[in-house]
């Protein structure tokens, strides 16, 4: 059930404003609700420690077939921009380290990966269906929101990403 209404809730956000072609809403640029997580080993990150790098925040789960699809995309992305101002910060919404650990040895990735056990960011963030992804511009200001998955390599995603570098 709990799963069924994130889908409601996220058709509703996406049909809620101006839609890019495969999926992206253009936001006016805005001050993002704070985010401080710890990763795997435990060494907080916030969100305010990448400012003048584009970000692709990602809150996901593992249980979410969907976001497991894209992972790979975000990890081609992550060598495609190395050397470029840009991170991922990847949120795991409301599931213990333990099992975020045993996903990731299935799928490797070495981007940032955050856990958000307590799903707070995730409420806070006001994220109603994973995968969704936030597109931070280098000073620190939300410019784009997708929800659902996308081929982060390629395309409208790797397009956009590029143009919040100039």
């Not at 253009?26 to 970000?55: C, R, S, T, W």
């Not at 699809?69 to 409301?94: C, N, T, W, Y």
């Amino acid at each position: 059930m709990k799963r069924a209404m994130c889908l409601v809730w996220g058709l509703f956000f996406l049909l809620s404003g101006p839609v890019l072609a495969a999926g992206f809403k253009k936001l006016e640029p805005q001050e993002p609700p704070a985010l401080a997580l710890p990763d795997m080993i435990g060494a907080k990150h916030a969100l305010d420690d990448y400012k003048g790098q584009v970000v692709l925040v990602n809150f996901w789960a593992a249980w979410c077939p969907p976001c497991r699809r894209e992972m790979p995309s975000m990890q081609r992305l992550k060598v495609k921009m190395a050397g470029h101002p840009f991170a991922i910060l990847a949120v795991d919404s409301a599931e213990p380290r333990e099992e975020v650990a045993a996903f990731l040895e299935t799928i490797k990735v070495d981007f940032t990966v955050l856990l958000d056990p307590g799903a707070a960011a995730t409420k806070r963030w006001r994220v109603y269906a994973l995968p969704t992804s936030f597109l931070i511009d280098g000073e620190g200001k939300v410019r784009y929101v997708l929800s659902g998955p996308a081929e982060w390599d390629e395309g409208e995603a790797l397009s956009l990403i590029e143009s919040l570098m100039q």
